[in-house]
């Protein structure tokens, strides 16, 4: 069992995962997002879990990277940091992640939060990029995933002023694409997700990975993705079983097939 994660589930399709550091406001440490990586090695392949929803405490999300750790670490200790790894593991989790925000979520917290392809939040979130007030930089991906998310003016700002924004600030920038009560932001990602669990799942895994090639490549590129990824699942007993079931006006059966 993981020290610094809270599984639960699968339910309903939904592997709930709590990040668990109080202390720390959830830190990442290397053994926290090691614990994660491996949650999520066991989860790709458990045909039991359809999605995942992320979150933390309603205090934090998460802090940030445990500065604590970082500071013990000089040149080649990052050169050779084993979390690297450990990010990309999360980044090509092929089924949907849902982040449900409450609080903090700076730094790699921030980041952390921009590896869900859902980021739902509650109304103290607060995000961020305060890597510089520490005279370092992010490097989980913020100044490449915050700039596509929320534009250059707005990602600039915050990464080199170091200033957060509220939940309100992150909606309307598009970093995330829903507001709820702080009690409720779990309750209502767990919602999303498991509307997300009972649709097809090869359908759900091709969706996911074309709507990322918008931010990873040009149109051209995307749009044949999208166009070889629509022609492959003409061949899956679900889409037969998704017409079929609209013509016959009653709810599908999806198999994964
Ligand atoms: N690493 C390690 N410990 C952290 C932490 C972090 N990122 N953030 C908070 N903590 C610890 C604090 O040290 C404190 O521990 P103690 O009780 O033992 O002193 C505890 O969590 C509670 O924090 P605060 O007392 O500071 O709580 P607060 O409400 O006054 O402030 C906060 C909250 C504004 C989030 C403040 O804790 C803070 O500024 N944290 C650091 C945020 C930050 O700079 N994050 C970026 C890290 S670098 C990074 O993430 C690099 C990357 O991209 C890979």
């Known amino acids: 069992m993981p020290d610094n994660l809270i599984i639960q589930g699968p339910e309903k399709g939904v592997l709930l995962i709590t990040l668990n550091r109080p202390q720390a406001l959830n830190a990442l440490n290397t053994e926290l997002l090691g614990e994660l990586s491996a949650v999520l090695d066991a989860a790709e392949f458990d045909t039991e879990i359809r999605t995942v929803v992320l979150t933390g405490s309603e205090r934090a999300f998460a802090a940030g990277a445990d500065i604590n750790e970082m500071a013990a670490r000089d040149l080649v200790g990052i050169l050779e940091d084993p ?14 992640i849902i982040a449900a925000i409450n609080g903090f979520a700076l730094g790699g917290g921030c980041e952390l939060a921009m590896h869900a392809d859902i980021l739902i939040a509650g109304e103290n979130a607060r995000f961020g990029q305060p890597e510089i007030n520490l005279g370092i930089m992010p490097g989980a991906g913020g100044t490449q995933r915050l700039t596509r998310a929320v534009g250059t003016a707005l990602a600039m700002q915050m990464a080199l002023t170091g200033e957060q924004i509220s939940a309100q600030r992150a909606l309307q920038a598009g970093l995330i694409s829903e507001i709820c009560p702080t009690e409720l932001t779990v309750e209502r990602a767990i919602q999303i997700a498991e ?14 990975e074309a709507v990322h090639k918008a931010s990873d490549t040009d149109l051209a590129t995307g749009l044949r993705f999208e166009r070889h990824a629509f022609t492959v699942l003409s061949g899956t007993a679900d889409r037969a079983e998704g017409l079929k079931a609209f013509q016959e006006k009653r709810k599908p059966k999806f198999t994964g097939c």
């Open 83 to 96: 979390r690297v790894a450990h990010w990309q593991r999360i980044a090509r989790f092929p089924k949907p």
């Open 195 to 208: 509307t997300i669990a009972s649709k097809a799942p090869l359908a759900v895994r091709l969706t996911k």
